[in-house]
């Protein structure tokens, strides 16, 4: 009898093992953060983020780094998804000054094809970036700057440097200098903000400069905002040279100190930059009849003004 009993026990013992130590590794897991971990497709028309979680809760900058560097050479469990980091490329040694990173590579390095080039670097500066204590990378090809096809030295990346259109396939990342309208310290001027972006080929330059304007400035712009940060863009298309901007209702909610001229001038300004639109016309939900903060009505189709200009 005793002998049954301990053979039951046995037994039971044997099929809580593996429970005990799922178990176990579950919690392992769940003591680490999550990343984001990006990828390559293999057709090499964007990047694809994976969540990682870290093995051990961890503060450490380096202890990160290097284990978020081990992720990016590794093999997704996507098969449609390769590592940036792959056997053709090795990174020599890497440095932290401040909050900057930079990578140094093996001549390999500048043999890859733009377009891969391009989506690598996207991949590995959008995932080092999420490192508290990282927020720009800089590239170097056996301590050399690295260069872009006209010979300029590329410089220091963040994140937000690589901008794509979620949901939508990226055909390739280009860069593009825009001349954006933010507000002066007052409120009530604006002041000509210069920015290098890099941008997904398949997003017009319109929305483009939209979702500029809607992120504000970027550390270092000393100008300040202009639009409600959490103001959607519905649509925006250009016929005959106006540009038709539809925003959701969160544009009439403004929550900055800045007049409506401002705002409205922001963006048409802005948009003017760009050499197919002359004028701009602005609606929220589809409707041009309402009034911008009830002293300007968006039923008038809007003309570049450098008056407000500081």
């Given amino acids: 009898m005793n002998l049954n009993r301990k053979g039951k026990w046995f037994i039971l013992l ?56 081990e992720q990016l050479q590794a093999v997704s469990e996507k098969l449609e998804y390769k590592a940036p980091l792959s056997d053709s490329i090795t990174l020599l040694d890497y440095s932290i000054a401040e909050d900057q990173l930079t990578l140094n590579f093996d001549d390999n390095y500048r043999y890859m094809p733009v377009t891969t080039e391009v989506l690598v670097r996207a991949a590995i500066v959008r995932t080092l970036t999420q490192i508290e204590g990282i927020k720009y990378v800089s590239f170097q ?28 396939e990226i055909n390739t990342y280009e860069r593009v200098k825009l001349n954006l309208y933010l507000a002066g310290e007052k409120g009530d001027r604006l002041k000509t903000v210069s920015r290098s972006v890099v941008y997904s080929s398949n997003i017009s330059m319109e929305r483009l400069v939209l979702e500029q304007l809607i992120a504000g400035p970027k550390e270092g712009e000393k100008a300040f905002p202009t639009i409600n940060p959490d103001t959607k863009i519905i649509s925006v298309n250009v016929k ?50 309402v009034n911008y903060k009830e002293n300007t009505s968006l039923s008038t189709v809007f003309e570049r003004n450098l008056e407000l200009v500081e």
């Fill in 240 to 289: 005959d040279g106006i540009c038709y901007v539809d925003l959701d209702n969160t544009f009439l909610t403004q929550i900055y100190n800045v007049t409506s001229d401002v705002t409205i001038y922001s963006i048409t300004n802005s948009l003017v930059e760009l050499s197919n639109v002359n004028k701009v016309q602005l609606s929220v939900n589809g409707d041009s009849t």
């Fill in 14 to 69: 044997i099929f809580l093992i593996p429970v005990i130590c799922a178990c176990s590794r579950q919690a392992k897991e769940e003591q680490g953060d999550k990343y984001a971990v990006y990828y390559v497709n293999n057709d090499e028309t964007g990047i694809y983020p994976q969540e990682y979680v870290t093995e051990t809760e961890s503060t450490d900058t380096e202890k990160l780094l290097s284990e978020l560097l």
């Fill in 141 to 168: 090809i056996r301590t050399e700057p690295l260069l872009d096809m006209a010979g300029n030295v590329i410089g220091i990346m963040s994140a937000d440097l690589f901008i794509d259109n979620a949901g939508n």
